[in-house]
């Protein structure tokens, strides 16, 4: 049995995901944006020909075909959008769109996309009520228009995934975020842990214990809704312990070393008596140029959006030739190549730790996550951990 799904190919042969950002341009002013939103368009966006030829690159991976996201600034922003999604769903990617909480988030525009064939939509939640969320997002208003957008694509049918950015404004609200998420109904909850990249780079970040208590409250709120993490990639590990932790009858809040801010979270969660699912999803075995790619509003192409060291352009390159053969995303599929305690861990092939974080910290992105508190070869089951697709200790 195990507790991580695998994608269906091979992540070194193509991406399970590719997100394109298709604009900076975003009248917010969010406290955490990775791509330091501007006003205003930037002249060297690619042109609507040059995006309709990445979308056929992404096609070009093959069948089954990665998930094409469309994200910004606010995608809105492009007058362009709908033809976007026309084409990607023309040529069989399966397309979702990530818009900004703002007066462009309009029935009337998520009906354009539902027509042009998008099948998503990813909305931010960062608070269970307007003034944490609106006071995050740095405007008035925006907790409304995003739960009226989430109303609105319900009923016109879209999955709707709801993402978290996790911060010290949050910690304590994210009990009652979870209450929201379940109330409404999405097709996913992720919860994002923050990367010191653009102006997140100003937030006071969490130290390795707070983020692992999280990271257990999100796997407990996974037994109530479709829970998931962005950028923390430990949850995987977390998922593995977890599950042998409770084959064995054990104490996981003991023999994780867990904190009062889990025993806080876990109280605040059972409060809220919310049913229990039937099944629990497992994460995706996802990371940074292992199943992800980024490509930015000029075409230059990433690991990751939070990780901006380029590895090449679809202007002058094919997408599928950066992704499999560049020496970024080789070298980075390679967990061979991890240093400190993420090269020590049995867990380094299912976790990896978030490459982004260790570049934003570190300057190096072999570097340990500086936001993981395990100690390798401490949890005391390693003789099972082959079964969960973990390494054994060595």
């Known amino acids: 049995m195990r507790q991580i799904r695998a994608p269906r190919h091979d992540p070194a ?16 002013a969010c406290r955490h ?19 309709f030829d990445l979308i056929e690159q992404v096609a070009a991976f093959g069948s089954p075909p990665p ?10 922003q492009r007058p362009d959008l709908f033809a976007l999604v026309r084409h990607g769903a023309r040529v069989g990617l399966p397309v979702a769109v990530s818009p900004s909480g703002t007066p462009t988030l309009t029935s009337e525009n998520l009906t354009g996309l539902t027509e042009a064939g998008a099948r998503a939509i990813s909305l931010s939640l960062d608070g269970s009520n307007a003034r944490i969320h609106d006071d995050f997002r740095a405007t008035r208003g925006v907790y409304g228009w995003t739960l009226d957008a989430w109303r609105d694509a319900r009923e016109l049918g879209l999955k709707v995934q709801i993402n978290t950015t ?22 996913t909850w992720s919860a994002f842990l923050l990367v010191p990249t653009g102006r997140g780079k100003l937030l006071p970040g969490l130290d390795p214990h707070q983020v692992e208590d999280v990271l257990n409250f999100v796997y407990d709120a996974g037994a109530h809704i479709p829970a998931r993490t962005t950028e923390a990639h430990h949850f995987r590990r977390i998922a593995v312990q977890r ?34 699912r ?16 980024f490509v930015s509003h000029r075409g230059t192409v990433h690991p990751s959006g939070f990780l901006p060291t380029p590895a090449g352009s679809v202007r002058r390159e094919r997408l599928a030739d950066i992704y499999r053969n560049s020496p970024l995303f080789v070298g980075l599929r390679d967990p061979g190549r991890l240093t400190g305690r993420c090269g020590a861990c049995e867990f380094r092939t299912i976790c990896g730790g978030s ?5 934003a910290t570190s300057g190096d992105p072999y570097a340990e996550e500086p936001w993981c508190s395990y100690t390798p070869g401490s949890f005391p089951y390693q003789d099972e951990l082959g079964a969960y697709g973990a390494l054994a200790y060595e």
């Open 278 to 293: 039937r099944a629990r999803r497992p994460p995706m075995d996802v990371n940074s140029a292992r199943g992800f790619v």
């Open 67 to 76: 998930l094409f996201v469309i994200t910004g600034g606010d995608p809105f």
């Open 166 to 187: 996790v911060a010290g404004h949050n910690l304590t609200d994210l009990p009652e975020i979870v209450r929201v998420v379940h109330e409404m109904g999405a097709l």
């Open 33 to 51: 944006c990775r791509a330091e939103a501007r006003p205003d368009r930037d002249p060297g966006e690619l042109s609507t020909s040059e995006a």
């Open 243 to 276: 599950e042998i932790l409770r084959r064995h009858d054990a104490d996981h809040v003991a023999a994780l070393g867990l904190g009062p801010l889990y025993k806080e979270l876990r109280h605040r969660l059972e409060e809220l008596e919310l049913p229990v």
């Open 355 to 359: 490459r982004s974080r260790a570049l």
């Open 13 to 28: 042969d193509r991406p399970f995901i590719v997100i394109w950002e298709a604009t900076q341009a975003c009248p917010l």
